[in-house]
């Protein structure tokens, strides 16, 4: 079987953002390099691992080349794929001579590679070891909390979401109370941890899981959205999203 596959290419601005800026005092977004030629991200569009690593690439202002796998089609377990990707996985990200899967480990290539020192990942012991462990939580809890409840209704699964639902609100609670203290999941300034789990959370109505009771939840999700560069994730009219 053919590797089933289109291709759209978006070059982000390249103008340097202002310091004036909110966020930028502290921390500069863009990338302190640009790569050769665009990264070629391969993903499907309704993945939100595919769509934090996209996110990600917008705001570091680095040029992307879109590849969208069909899924549907097992696109993604055909020997040309894999060779990319034992595991037969989206997102893949090809740069230059580099090969990387896996969206939080993408995620942590591009904060070192493209981003400034710390402004990512943190910058020191403790607040690099906080970022991993909600990476930790976007792996856990997320994916089979909002995630899995958004795919048993995106895909019309016959699985009982209940549990799912619960997983995320369970997480949301956690959230909620965490995000009272600061404006991010890792002290004032958005960090990769934020990138991994802001997609799921913001599209977690498609999967009848409501937000109206997390408020802290809610504007942090539109901080994240408020940053420069910012790309939306697909939506969906379903759920409690229809």
């Known amino acids: 079987m053919q590797l089933c596959l289109f291709i759209k290419i978006r070059l982000t601005n390249t103008m340097p953002i202002s310091l004036e800026q909110?966020?930028?005092k502290a921390m500069q977004t863009t990338a302190i390099r640009q790569p050769a030629q665009a990264i070629k991200l391969y993903r499907y569009a309704a993945s939100g691992h595919c769509h934090r690593v996209e996110l990600m690439l917008s705001l570091l202002n680095v040029p992307v080349e879109l590849i969208d796998i069909d899924l549907p089609a097992k696109a993604q377990k055909t020997p040309e794929f894999l060779a990319m990707n034992a595991f037969g996985q989206v997102p893949v990200i090809q740069d230059g001579d580099t090969t990387v899967s896996d969206s939080n480990a993408i995620l942590v290539y591009l904060a070192t590679r493209y981003a400034p020192a710390g402004a990512w990942l943190g910058s020191d012991p403790v607040a690099m070891a906080q970022v991993q462990r909600w990476l930790s939580v976007a792996a856990g809890l997320l994916a089979f909390g909002p995630a899995l409840a958004r795919v048993i209704q995106l895909f019309k699964?016959?699985?009982n979401p209940d549990e799912a639902i619960s997983r995320a609100?369970?997480?949301l609670a956690v959230m909620e109370s965490h995000l009272q203290q600061s404006n991010y999941l890792v002290g004032s300034q958005p960090t990769i941890a934020d990138i991994a789990n802001y997609s799921y959370i913001a599209r977690a109505p498609e999967g009848n899981v409501d937000l109206t009771p997390y408020p802290q939840?809610?504007?942090?999700?539109?901080?994240i959205e408020a940053l420069p560069g910012f790309v939306p994730m697909v939506s969906h009219p379903i759920g409690l999203a229809a």
Do not use: E, K, Y
Request: glycine share 6%.
């Open 169 to 171: 609100h369970q997480l």
């Open 22 to 24: 909110p966020l930028q």
């Open 217 to 223: 939840v809610r504007a942090w999700l539109g901080r």
């Open 157 to 159: 699964r016959p699985t």
